[in-house]
T-cell receptor, first 114, second 113 residues
Framework: EAQVTQNPRYLITVTGKKLTVTCSQN?????MSWYRQDPGLGLRQIYY???????DKGDVPEGYKVSRKEKRNFPLILESPSPNQTSLYFC?????????????FGQGTRLTVV | GENVEQHPSTLSVQEGDSAVIKCTYS??????FPWYKQELGKGPQLIID?????GEKKDQRIAVTLNKTAKHFSLHITETQPEDSAVYFC????????????FGTGTRLTIIP
């Protein structure tokens, strides 16, 4: 089954404690991205990756890091989480050898930073 | 960069009636316009998309129209059913330069039985 898997689904952490949210896709997609969803703001892109070892900032990259060492994985790293990073996070992947195609989203990770 | 505005933010429709959600975009280079449906507790899922070389696309009860001159596109859902209740997002993307897919702020659609 084609899918994007995020872990964990729920996470409560304290300010300043480093955390990683994992994302894995089994569709051999080149393009992967991270979004955060906040009420009234929709989905805002944090980082994206066109392929292995190629990453770039989205609209709200401050406070986040990513890496793309393997095609299937695209972890999101919060080195020093702060309460304003409390949000619902989604990872997505799509085939981008040319034109845009369907983006497949994970189930989401609800992060609370206290 | 691209800016996508979506209206309305909430929409209540009697079951069986039609629902229309509208989006405008700012970047004339955008050429891909998908619509996503997000059910409670789930990630967004593509329901229909349109490219800039087409003015309208239909898939059963769902249709999308695109006006490139005015830079706006709309989602039309006919004969609405309770399972259409969800949050809907429009988005805009370009194949050139800007590799981001920019989303609207979402519309919460409620179908009243």
């Amino acid at each position: 089954e084609a899918q994007v898997t995020q872990n964990p689904r729920y996470l409560i952490t304290v300010t300043g404690k480093k955390l990683t949210v994992t994302c894995s896709q089994n569709m051999n997609h080149e393009y992967m991205s991270w979004y955060r969803q906040d009420p009234g703001l929709g989905l805002r892109q944090i980082y994206y990756s066109m392929n292995v070892e190629v990453t770039d900032k989205g609209d709200v990259p401050e406070g986040y890091k990513v890496s793309r060492k393997e095609k299937r994985n695209f972890p999101l790293i919060l080195e020093s989480p702060s309460p304003n990073q409390t949000s619902l996070y989604f990872c997505a992947s799509s085939s981008r050898t040319g034109a845009w195609t369907e983006a497949f989203f994970g189930q989401g990770t609800r992060l609370t930073v206290v | 960069g691209e800016n996508v505005e979506q209206h309305p933010s909430t929409l209540s429709v009697q079951e069986g009636d039609s629902a229309v959600i509208k989006c405008t975009y700012s970047d004339s280079a955008s050429n891909y316009f998908p619509w996503y449906k997000q059910e409670l507790g789930k990630g967004p899922q593509l329901i229909i998309d349109i490219r800039s070389n087409v003015g309208e696309k239909k898939d059963q009860r769902i249709a999308v129209t695109l006006n490139k001159t005015a830079k706006h596109f709309s989602l039309h859902i006919t004969e609405t059913q309770p399972e259409d209740s969800a949050v809907y997002f429009c988005a805009a993307g370009s194949n050139f330069g800007n590799e981001k897919l920019t989303f609207g702020t979402g519309t919460r659609l409620t179908i009243i039985p």
